[in-house]
């Protein structure tokens, strides 16, 4: 990701912003413009859960070559109680482990960092919850 881009997207990453439309309720993340739902322009900021549910995932066994010293990982979809979903890599886990189901927790992690400029890239991470 260039450093142009991750600068206008900093308060929804670094806050964990999303946003909610105040006709109809549908929550976005990243937060938008206009729902795509009713067409409607006006929002009211949340933000994410810190926990959801695993609804599935894949294990990325050959990856592409900036993430090739991580592998084999995963990404999966976690689904929210206010129904939002999220895709995002899940860490710190024995990947035979993981479950559909499983409940996992939102965590704020670095990426990866930009050759050219040395910026740091920093997203949403999943941390499976063991009991």
């Known amino acids: 990701m260039f450093p142009s881009r991750i600068w206008r997207e900093m308060p929804q990453r670094y806050r964990l912003e999303a946003s909610t439309c105040k006709k109809c309720g549908k929550i976005f993340y990243p937060p938008r413009l206009i ?32 993430f ?26 024995d990947l035979e482990k993981l479950k559909i189901g499983q409940a996992m927790r939102l965590e704020f992690r670095r990426v990866q960092t930009h050759d050219t400029h040395g910026v740091l890239s920093y997203a949403h991470k999943f941390v499976p919850k063991w009991y």
């Not at 609804?55 to 050959?62: D, E, G, L, P």
């Not at 990982?73 to 710190?92: E, H, T």
Request: charged share 25%; aromatic share 8%; with cysteine.
């Open 35 to 66: 729902c795509d739902k009713c067409g409607y322009r006006k929002f009211e900021k949340i933000n994410l859960p810190e926990e959801g549910k695993l609804k599935t995932f894949t294990v990325i066994r050959t990856p592409a070559s900036q």
């Open 68 to 93: 090739s010293d991580e592998a084999p990982y995963a990404i999966g979809i976690i689904r929210f109680s206010n129904g939002l979903q999220m895709m995002g890599q899940i860490v710190d886990c």
